[in-house]
């Protein structure tokens, strides 16, 4: 049974940053994709960043240029450095992971994590 576990979410001024982790066990596939995805009050939830197996990454234009997704394959361990915050980027975000390619909707992610809230406040 996959499990994902987020970390290190929290409250933060505008322009501060937050690194968010996200541990996975369970994992049998040798390929995989990992990624971050987040929701705010009354909104769908929406794709920020996602890694895959090879490394390619990929983001949401919202987030390009001040998000930074990475992994540790041998811990299977996910990140999402966050900088340069803004309220917007306010939120519940989500670990998920498919094995093998990656979804290609929000529907289409096989495991999710708990989740964990990050507020920027202005």
């Known amino acids: 049974q996959v499990q994902l576990v987020e970390s290190g979410g929290g409250s933060v001024e505008a322009g501060g940053s937050l690194r968010l982790s996200c541990v996975a066990s369970?994992?049998?596939?040798?390929?995989?994709?990992l990624g971050w995805f987040r929701q705010a009050p009354e909104k769908e939830r929406e794709e920020v960043a996602r890694?895959?197996?090879?490394?390619?990454?990929s983001y949401a234009d919202s987030v390009k240029g001040r998000f930074t997704i990475s992994k540790d394959n041998a811990k299977i361990t996910l990140f999402l450095q966050m900088d340069r915050l803004l309220p917007e980027d306010t939120g519940m975000y989500y670990c998920a992971l498919d094995g093998g390619r990656c979804w290609t909707s929000v529907r289409g992610v096989d495991y999710w994590g708990q989740g964990t809230q990050v507020t920027v406040f202005s």
């Open positions: 369970g994992v049998t596939a040798d390929r995989y994709c």
């Open positions: 890694i895959a197996s090879d490394g390619r990454t």
